[in-house]
């Protein structure tokens, strides 16, 4: 992932839910969200299709901003590490510690990254197979 602190990019885990969505989605040559104006490339400004989505979907605007405040606050219920979560979020080490002895391999990421993404789903009634074929996602209205 393309990211302004690091120049090399870096690798955060894609969770199985968001992946079989994701892979779901149709395509404009390669991207998912292409931009309207390059072919052959990605969206970069994202703000005016996320305000369409809202819109279809019926939902109260919401910021992407908005959206990363909101997996913070929601990513402390589940009780994800707050270096860890930052480090998901892109935010560059605070602590000496973290700077220069914090060492978390990826799947140490992907596997609180996974615990949250299940708790989000549990929360919003959305039953989610992992081996199920993707595009077969389905959802479940609350009782």
């Known amino acids: 992932m393309h990211d ?4 090399q990019g870096r690798v955060i885990p894609l969770p199985a839910y968001l992946a079989q969505v994701l892979q779901a989605l149709p ?3 390669q991207y998912v969200f292409a931009s309207p104006k390059a072919q052959n490339q990605p969206i970069t400004e994202p703000n005016h299709a996320h305000d369409r989505v809202c819109e279809i979907a019926g ?7 908005g959206m990363r405040r909101s997996f913070k606050s929601l990513a402390e219920w589940v009780g994800t590490p707050v270096g860890l979560l930052n480090q998901l979020q892109g935010h ?3 602590t000496t510690d973290e700077k220069h002895y914090t060492i978390r391999p990826l799947d140490l990421l992907r596997l609180h990254h996974e615990k949250l993404v299940a708790w989000m789903l549990e929360q919003a009634g959305i039953e989610f197979d992992a081996e199920a074929e993707p595009g077969k996602l389905q959802l479940v209205a609350n009782s």
């Not at 302004?4 to 120049?7: F, L, P, Q, T």
């Not at 939902?59 to 901003?65: G, S």
């Open 4 to 7: 302004k602190i690091d120049e």
């Open 27 to 29: 395509r404009v040559n």
């Open 59 to 65: 939902i109260p605007h919401v910021t992407l901003h």
């Open 92 to 94: 560059r080490p605070q």
